[in-house]
């Protein structure tokens, strides 16, 4: 690891009330922006943050709250002065509690049961959460029109790869799946159309809950005690 990026690590970690096995150091890799970090307490995570100040202290106001109504999710782990974060150099770091588990089979009917179960008490801890308005404008996004931007950027790459006169493998694979993924695109704006209307914003604001958007794979860990 480059010696000043391990110094700005070490700095990091000194803010925390923990000591640091420091071979575990001599593993990072500066490209990521996630660590997992030996201690005397076991295993923590240590992440970089590419998002500002303010959605920070929602994203751990929120993780609390969710923890505090029984949802199973890795604690964020306070600094010796009680703070959930760590700004260095313009940037900003945080420490959470590592989970030992491992990645889902998304092939498995039982596992996306659990998954979906996950999902809803999600949903089910979050009812009730209080929200500033300063905490609403800094979470809020068009994730509709995302979708749609991308839907559309799909179309077109179809169109170009399709123009090109000597399509390598590559073209030849993408052009092959891509109408599938077109038909399963447009089904999914459907169902966004059909069923996230007005009504149902203003029935999650009444209700005080939280929407889970951006899902990714990599954001689903099953813990050894199954949950």
């Given at each position: 690891?480059?010696?000043?990026?391990?110094?700005?690590?070490?700095?990091?970690?000194?803010?925390y009330p923990l000591e640091v096995k420091h071979k575990s150091?001599?593993?990072?890799?500066?490209?990521?922006?996630?660590?997992?970090?030996?201690?005397?307490?076991?295993?923590?995570?240590?992440?970089?943050?590419?998002?500002?100040?303010?959605?920070?202290?929602?994203?751990?106001?929120?993780?609390?709250?969710?923890?505090?109504?029984?949802?199973?999710?890795?604690?964020?782990?306070?600094?010796?002065?009680?703070?959930?974060?760590?700004?260095?150099?313009?940037?900003?770091?945080?420490?959470?509690?590592?989970?030992?588990?491992?990645?889902?089979?998304?092939?498995?009917?039982?596992?996306?049961?659990?998954?979906?179960?996950?999902?809803?008490?999600?949903?089910?801890?979050?009812?009730?959460?209080?929200?500033?308005?300063?905490?609403?404008?800094?979470?809020?996004?068009?994730?509709?029109?995302?979708?749609?931007?991308?839907?559309?950027?799909?179309?077109?790459?179809?169109?170009?790869?399709?123009?090109?006169?000597?399509?390598?493998?590559?073209?030849?694979?993408?052009?092959?799946?891509?109408?599938?993924?077109?038909?399963?695109?447009?089904?999914?704006?459907?169902?966004?159309?059909?069923?996230?209307?007005?009504?149902?914003?203003?029935?999650?604001?009444?209700?005080?809950?939280?929407?889970?958007?951006?899902?990714?794979?990599?954001?689903?860990?099953?813990?050894?005690d199954g949950n």
């Amino acid at each position: 690891m480059d010696a000043f990026f391990n110094d700005l690590v070490k700095k990091v970690i000194a803010n925390y009330p923990l000591e640091v096995k420091h071979k575990s150091l001599e593993y990072i890799d500066e490209k990521k922006a996630e660590w997992p970090i030996d201690t005397n307490f076991g295993e923590v995570l240590l992440k970089k943050l590419l998002i500002d100040e303010r959605y920070i202290e929602f994203m751990i106001y929120a993780i609390d709250y969710l923890r505090d109504n029984g949802l199973f999710t890795p604690e964020v782990l306070t600094t010796k002065l009680g703070d959930g974060f760590v700004k260095m150099k313009d940037e900003y770091f945080m420490l959470f509690e590592a989970v030992n588990g491992r990645r889902p089979n998304f092939e498995s009917e039982e596992e996306l049961i659990l998954l979906t179960n996950g999902i809803a008490s999600f949903h089910k801890a979050s009812i009730g959460i209080e929200l500033t308005n300063e905490q609403v404008l800094s979470i809020q996004s068009n994730w509709k029109n995302d979708l749609q931007t991308k839907f559309l950027k799909l179309k077109n790459w179809k169109e170009e790869r399709a123009k090109i006169n000597h399509q390598n493998e590559i073209d030849k694979l993408f052009l092959k799946n891509i109408n599938s993924l077109l038909m399963q695109c447009e089904k999914a704006l459907a169902l966004i159309d059909k069923y996230y209307t007005a009504e149902v914003v203003e029935e999650t604001a009444k209700t005080k809950t939280l929407c889970y958007q951006n899902l990714d794979a990599n954001d689903f860990t099953i813990g050894e005690d199954g949950n």
